[in-house]
């Protein structure tokens, strides 16, 4: 069974920083691509940022580049989205989720961002 258990949210300050985790099992991690995607209260689902499988290349949404860093670890299975300098704009549930040719096709179950001062 493929599991996606993300953690690391949390409430931070404006300027602050997160490192987001998503755990995998179930499948081979080290064979799929990984993206990161967050949702805001009222507002529909925004890519955030997608890693291929070997980690030799990142993608970023323009409202996160210079401010994300994606990254994965296949010796642990997991993927990280290390958020610097947030904005409230970027306050959301943030989930990642395992790429299969165009589709995301399996999503965890999300880690709530709040930045508020």
């Known amino acids: 069974e493929v599991q996606l258990v993300e953690s690391g949210g949390g409430m931070v300050q404006p300027g602050g920083s997160l490192r987001l985790s998503c755990a995998a099992s179930?499948?081979?991690?080290?064979?799929?691509?990984m993206t990161w995607v967050r949702q805001a209260p009222g507002k529909g689902p925004e890519w955030v940022s997608t890693?291929?499988?070997?980690?030799?290349?990142?993608y970023y949404a323009d409202s996160v580049k210079g401010r994300s860093t994606i990254s994965r670890d296949n010796t642990k299975n997991t993927t990280y989205l290390q958020m610097n300098s947030l904005k409230p704009e970027d306050t959301a549930q943030y989930y990642c989720?395992?790429?299969?040719?165009?589709?995301?096709?399996?999503w965890g179950q999300g880690t709530q961002v709040t930045v508020s001062s």
């Open positions: 179930g499948f081979t991690f080290s064979s799929y691509d």
């Open positions: 890693i291929n499988f070997g980690g030799g290349s990142t």
């Open positions: 989720a395992r790429r299969t040719g165009s589709y995301l096709e399996y």
